[in-house]
């Protein structure tokens, strides 16, 4: 890319920004005239016997949810007489509905192309805030999310009225100061926190700041009396000892590892571990899970599109190990207890703080090994851009067979 074309990106992005703050500062208006939301912060902090009803908003991915498990079951320890609202993206409800952790669960997102998602998601956001978690009159609204708020949670807090609203600041990092400018000013208590950290442990961090003292870090899922025997009888035909879930799937091209190469990690797995193999992913992993399977044939069961979440979870907890990409499948299996092997597009030398770093996102209390491209740009943080994530082609067969080796020294049939 040219100088000239760097220029123009970044005043296009800078005109971005600056229409979002514009669309805020009409939003913080709106509420006022409504005469309802606080303009000040609050600076006072309310005993624990004071919070009565409290919002949760949760509404990014499957490993985001995953990874706030310890949050949600903190909060209750916290607030065990609460009223306790979680709002999550609708692909995520599977998952979140038998949590016993919240009192009630309401969906909130839509899939919308970039391009258009700021023009309709104020709207979306105001009237699930103001229409429909107005009338519950919430104590606090809660934001764990110290990445960008592209689902305009943020409004939905503030346009449900809550007495305070918590979240991060827009300014952890440049970006999000970009993209969220002027959502500071509709939360009453910001935290800054620019420290890397695992999201588990920053999740925990929030309810310590609540005022909390959380007693446990471990993620958790909770599946049906269905999804257990769902999954039993999807396995009812595996004749061999050991079981190896594939993820060959991820939501963007960048994050996958080649589909040529499961094929040959896979038939190694078949030679010489003597595993059968479970392919799992959404809809969209379809494809890539039939040309795994029909590689392979025999002892391969492609459950790509053909599992909720949890069903997905009671699947993975019956595998000894989980292969593939940084996808919410890796989550699900981490915290079903499998051993991981993760193929991460992400440089060994990237910034800590970035969302797509294992620092952050990477298996949680598990045995596990990471793979990640060499270093493929220089140590200043600010020259790191989305291009250095296009490496995962670095990872070869090999890698993945050596760290396989590692989790499992004894648990081979000797065929190399």
Request: aromatic residues 10%.
């Given at each position: 890319?040219?100088?000239?074309?760097?220029?123009?990106?970044?005043?296009?992005?800078?005109?971005?920004?600056?229409?979002?703050?514009?669309?805020?500062?009409?939003?913080?208006?709106?509420?006022?005239?409504?005469?309802?939301?606080?303009?000040?912060?609050?600076?006072?902090?309310?005993?624990?016997?004071?919070?009565?009803?409290?919002?949760?908003?949760?509404?990014?991915?499957?490993?985001?949810?995953?990874?706030?498990?310890?949050?949600?079951?903190?909060?209750?320890?916290m607030l065990p007489k609460a009223q306790i609202t979680l709002v999550v993206?609708?692909?995520?409800?599977?998952?979140?509905?038998?949590?016993?952790?919240?009192?009630?669960?309401?969906?909130?997102?839509?899939?919308?192309?970039?391009?258009?998602?700021?023009?309709?998601?104020?709207?979306?956001?105001?009237?699930?805030?103001?229409?429909?978690?107005?009338?519950?009159?919430?104590?606090?609204?809660?934001?764990?999310?110290?990445?960008?708020?592209?689902?305009?949670?943020?409004?939905?807090?503030y346009f449900s009225f809550s007495k305070r609203r918590v979240g991060y600041?827009?300014?952890?990092?440049?970006?999000?100061?970009?993209?969220?400018?002027?959502?500071?000013?509709?939360?009453?208590?910001?935290?800054?926190?620019?420290?890397?950290?695992?999201?588990?442990?920053?999740?925990?961090?929030?309810?310590?700041?609540?005022?909390?003292?959380?007693?446990?870090?471990?993620?958790?899922?909770?599946?049906?009396?269905?999804?257990?025997?769902?999954?039993?009888?999807?396995?009812?035909?595996?004749?061999?000892?050991?079981?190896?879930?594939?993820?060959?799937?991820?939501?963007?091209?960048?994050?996958?590892?080649?589909?040529?190469?499961?094929?040959?990690?896979?038939?190694?797995?078949?030679?010489?571990?003597?595993?059968?193999?479970?392919?799992?992913?959404?809809?969209?992993?379809?494809?890539?899970?039939?040309?795994?399977?029909?590689?392979?044939?025999?002892?391969?069961?492609?459950?790509?599109?053909?599992?909720?979440?949890?069903?997905?979870?009671?699947?993975?907890?019956?595998?000894?190990?989980?292969?593939?990409?940084?996808?919410?499948?890796?989550?699900?299996?981490?915290?079903?207890?499998?051993?991981?092997?993760?193929?991460?597009?992400?440089?060994?030398?990237?910034?800590?703080?970035?969302w797509n770093s294992p620092y952050r996102f990477g298996p949680w209390k598990?045995?596990?090994?990471?793979?990640?491209?060499?270093?493929?740009?220089?140590?200043?943080?600010?020259?790191?851009?989305?291009?250095?994530?296009?490496?995962?082609?670095?990872?070869?067969?090999?890698?993945?067979?050596?760290?396989?080796?590692?989790?499992?020294?004894?648990?081979?049939?000797?065929?190399?």
């Open positions: 890319m040219d100088l000239h074309n760097i220029v123009m990106k970044k005043k296009s992005f800078l005109h971005y920004s600056n229409f979002i703050l514009l669309q805020t500062q009409v939003a913080l208006i709106l509420g006022r005239i409504l005469n309802l939301i606080p303009t000040k912060i609050i600076k006072q902090k309310q005993n624990e016997e004071e919070i009565k009803k409290v919002l949760v908003l949760k509404t990014d991915g499957i490993g985001d949810f995953v990874l706030a498990t310890p949050f949600l079951r903190e909060l209750r320890e993206n609708p692909t995520i409800y599977n998952l979140a509905e038998l949590c016993p952790y919240i009192d009630e669960i309401l969906t909130y997102g839509q899939s919308l192309p970039n391009y258009i998602s700021p023009f309709i998601l104020p709207w979306y956001s105001f009237k699930l805030g103001f229409y429909n978690l107005r009338h519950k009159k919430f104590d606090i609204a809660l934001l764990p999310r110290l990445d960008m708020d592209t689902n305009y949670s943020t409004y939905v807090a600041t827009e300014k952890v990092y440049v970006r999000k100061q970009l993209v969220n400018k002027g959502f500071d000013l509709m939360l009453t208590d910001l935290i800054f926190d620019d420290i890397p950290k695992h999201e588990v442990e920053r999740n925990l961090e929030f309810i310590r700041l609540l005022g909390g003292n959380p007693s446990s870090d471990i993620t958790e899922l909770w599946v049906s009396p269905e999804d257990d025997p769902f999954a039993d009888q999807m396995l009812a035909h595996i004749s061999t000892e050991m079981l190896i879930a594939f993820c060959p799937g991820a939501g963007k091209k960048e994050k996958q590892w080649p589909h040529d190469r499961f094929v040959e990690l896979g038939q190694w797995l078949k030679n010489v571990y003597d595993a059968s193999l479970i392919i799992v992913g959404g809809v969209n992993d379809k494809p890539v899970g039939k040309y795994i399977k029909d590689a392979l044939d025999t002892n391969v069961i492609n459950l790509t599109g053909r599992t909720t979440l949890r069903q997905t979870a009671a699947l993975l907890k019956r595998c000894h190990l989980y292969v593939g990409n940084d996808t919410g499948s890796m989550h699900l299996a981490a915290a079903m207890g499998v051993p991981i092997v993760e193929i991460s597009c992400f440089p060994v030398n990237g910034p800590n703080w970035n598990v045995p596990h090994k990471i793979l990640q491209p060499k270093k493929c740009f220089s140590d200043i943080p600010d020259e790191f851009t989305e291009k250095h994530l296009n490496h995962i082609r670095e990872i070869s067969v090999e890698q993945v067979q050596d760290a396989i080796r590692e989790l499992f020294p004894n648990y081979y049939n000797g065929m190399e």
